[in-house]
């Protein structure tokens, strides 16, 4: 099985992989012509952001510099504003709704690695060549429409946000967020309704 299959399946997989490492140059390439491309030129910057992203929507704002692992995994829809230094981690799919506004700062993180040492270093004896020396794992984030992310909220592998929801800045998510909700905090919790 590729590695790219094993690693959107959340399955372990090689980061060295030669079509992964392939990918990632890529991304790292488009994203600085992204962010050297004048904000005046709208059309300059979309043309980028559709070769580097998965998809994007109609009428996307992101404000460089902003960072992805392969770009291809990472899905905005329309209307969405992206603040400056943002990550998205997209081992596994980032898919991000409608309308959604991203606070500076904020981190999307699907990858991971197991907790146990001796699960996670793989023994340089036990190395193939051009095997990582750590095993990976990733599983997605899904944003739903018209979601705010205030400034440096973290969001943890595997979580999903429902429709209409707030985070607040700074906040750790480590769990699912239902729709129509105020959330924040470390770990993120639901504050109240929002409808």
Known sequence: MPERQ???GGEPYNSRDESLLATAHRARALMSQFAAAPSTDPEQRRSILTQLL???????????????????NLYIGA???????????????????????????????????PLLARDRVVPETSRAPGQAP???????????SSVWIGAGAILLPGV???????????SL???????????????????????
């Open 134 to 144: 750590y095993v990976n794992q990733a599983l997605p984030i899904r944003i739903g």
């Open 79 to 113: 209307h969405s504003f992206v603040n400056v230094n943002c990550v998205f981690l997209d081992s596994a799919e980032i898919r991000i709704g409608a309308n959604a506004l991203i606070g500076p700062g904020v981190q999307f993180v699907t990858a991971f690695h």
């Open 54 to 72: 998965g998809g994007v929507g109609e009428d996307v704002w992101i404000e460089p510099p902003f960072f992805c692992d392969y770009g291809a």
């Open 6 to 8: 094993r690693m959107l």
């Open 173 to 195: 998510v480590t769990s699912d967020i239902p729709s129509d909700s105020l959330a924040f905090g470390q770990p993120c919790r639901v504050q109240r309704s929002l409808t």
């Open 160 to 170: 999903t946000i429902g429709d209409n929801v707030t985070i607040g800045a700074a």
